[in-house]
Structure formats: structure tokens, C-alpha cells
């Protein structure tokens, strides 16, 4: 049984920033930095089925795709990737691709790769803060520039690239054309409230994420039977004995711990394993109703490709 802040991991990458704030307090000294991701804290521990980030962005990211779990296990992986994606800020005309525009077939696919046809024939949509987005295994993608992100994936760094935007790092042909659906993105689930505090964003074999917003000094128990991750977005509170502000996760594993949201309230995404909500995850204990969360994230739509 486990409840501990998460490390951090910096991964400097030359589409990244040069300023993380207010998302970290690490002194990067001035290099960009394109991810951090949140870890266990002991080394030793085992491995967790999720690994979630933060991205940031200053320059389009390259067109890539994942395997499903189907393709992973073919090419003797464990488990693909599927991923989400919850925008935690965006610059004006900030937009990712999901899927193509049109059904391609993998010689029409493995042309586009060849030439650099294949980013004009990307579904590109714009996104702004509290969207969110779901990225089966599979799905041809790109994270354009401009973009904070919140991203929960299987723990996995198999990616495939088709096009990387003139930065001549080395494309991945056979593997992108067997491992793509290269077509648009398929319809997905609209979002779902569970109480007033919570609403399931996704919910699929992979991985539950979550959209919680706490109502200002409330007093939460939050119980889990697996792997949880909580990564705060607004506000901040104390989950168990750690303090938390933005940018700030804990891992939960098959435990308990008290929630103590702070007076300007509590804004969290919560990421599991899947395939369905943990209905007893959060349990009010301040002993009065539930209003409906005010939090400026709560509004935000799912983006997906128009067929």
C-alpha cells in the first residue's frame, strides 16, 4: 500500500521551452525542456502500467503513431500505447492532428511517408485550455506548438514517425504503415459526470482519466484498489501527508488517504486502470451536498475528428 509524491524526470527536447512555470519550481538553467514525467519515487518499486507527463511545446511535435495492443504483442512488445491528452494551456490557433481526412490504403500511406504528403493529409483541429483528447493505439497523430499538456499513457515508448516537420531524425516506414488505422479518428464516448466533483473523460481497457474539481476547504477519502495517479492543475490541498499545489502528482496504490482541499479549491485529473470508473474513489466527508464545480476547466469539449 502506497501514497507518495511523485519524482520528476526533465527530458529536454529541442521543440520544448525554456520556461516551465507555473507547472514546476525546477531550475532548468535555460534549456528547453519538452516533457517531465512523474515517477515512483523508490527506484526499486515496480514498474506502474501508466507513465503520466507533462508536454510542452514551441514547435510541432512529429507525425507519429503507437501500436495497439494487439500489434504490440505481435512484435513481441507487452502492450501498445494508447494515450490522452488534457490541454492544460494553448496559444491562440494552437492545434493537434488526429487521424487523416481520408481512408488511405498502405500503398497510398507508404507513398505520403515517402514524399511528406502525409502532414497535408492530417485532420488537424485547434484545442484551448480544459479540452481533451483520446489517443487509441493505432491513431496517426501530432501535437502542434503552443500547447501545454496533460498526457496518461500505457508505459511504453514504441512510436513510429511518418514526418518530422524538417528536423531529419529517422522515419519509421514499414513499422508506421503496419501499426497505422490510416483513416479518420473514430467517433469516441462524450464525457460523463459521476457526482458534481467528478466526470469521466475516458474510460477504456487501458486507462480511466478523470476531471475532479473540489469545492474550496471540503474533506475528501479518496480509496483506490490499484495504481492511481493525481495530478493537481488548480489550486491545491493536501492529499494524505503531502502538500500539493499545480503541477504537483501523487501515486496511490491500493490505498487510502485523506483530501484537504485548500480555500481556493482543487482541481485534479485522476488516471487508473481501466476499463471502468471506480465508483467509491472519492467520498465526501465534509457532511454537506455537493455544488456544482466552478473550476474554469470544467468546461472543456472533446476533440475529435470530424468524418
Known sequence: MTVEHASVQVARKPWGVADIRPWSRIDISGDTVGELWFERVDKDAPGSALLLKLLFTSQPLSIQVHPDDEFARAIDLPNGKTEAWYILSAAPGARVALGLKRRLTSQALRA??????????????????????????????????????????????????????????????????????????????????????????????????????????????????????????????????TNATMGDAIFVEADSAGIEVGPNGMGGLVAYPGPDPLVSLLLDCTGRMNRSPAASGASGKIIEAQI
Open 112 to 241: 505520403a511517408i515517402r514524399d511528406g504528403s502525409i502532414a497535408g493529409l492530417m485532420q488537424w483541429r485547434p484545442v484551448a485550455k480544459g479540452d481533451f483528447v483520446f489517443v487509441p493505439g493505432g491513431t496517426i497523430h501530432a501535437i502542434g506548438a503552443g500547447i501545454v499538456l496533460a498526457e496518461i499513457q500505457q508505459r511504453s515508448d514504441t512510436t513510429f514517425r511518418l514526418f518530422d516537420f524538417g528536423r531529419h531524425r529517422e522515419l519509421h516506414e514499414d513499422d508506421a504503415v503496419a501499426a497505422s488505422d490510416a483513416g479518420p479518428l473514430r467517433p469516441q464516448s462524450a464525457p460523463r459526470r459521476l457526482a458534481d466533483a467528478r466526470r469521466v473523460l475516458v474510460a477504456s481497457p487501458q486507462f480511466v482519466l478523470e476531471r475532479i474539481d473540489l469545492q474550496p476547504n471540503s474533506h475528501w477519502a479518496l480509496e483506490t484498489d490499484r495504481e492511481t495517479w493525481i495530478l493537481v492543475i488548480e489550486g491545491r490541498g493536501r492529499i494524505g501527508r
